[in-house]
């Protein structure tokens, strides 16, 4: 696997069912999608995530 790049703030694993990432303070599931360049529904249904999709800063979710 491709070791995922993350700035020192910002938590981001590498691991067999995608990435782990730590939500920051004001993130939300499409900015996170924006950033690793992946569809919002798959982060949404890799997560089980339900509507209306609320984040926290410390939510580790995994980005396929």
Known sequence: A???TASPTQAATT???GTE???LQGEW????AR???VDP?????ANNLQSPYT???GDVLIIP
Do not use: N, R
């Not at 599931?29 to 996170?32: A, L, N, Q």
């Not at 529904?41 to 249904?45: E, K, T, Y």
């Open 55 to 57: 984040l926290h800063p």
């Open 29 to 32: 599931v499409y900015s996170i």
């Open 21 to 23: 990432y730590t939500v």
């Open 41 to 45: 529904q798959a982060i949404i249904d």
């Open 15 to 17: 691991s067999a069912g």
């Open 2 to 4: 491709v070791p995922a």
């Open 35 to 37: 950033k690793f360049g």
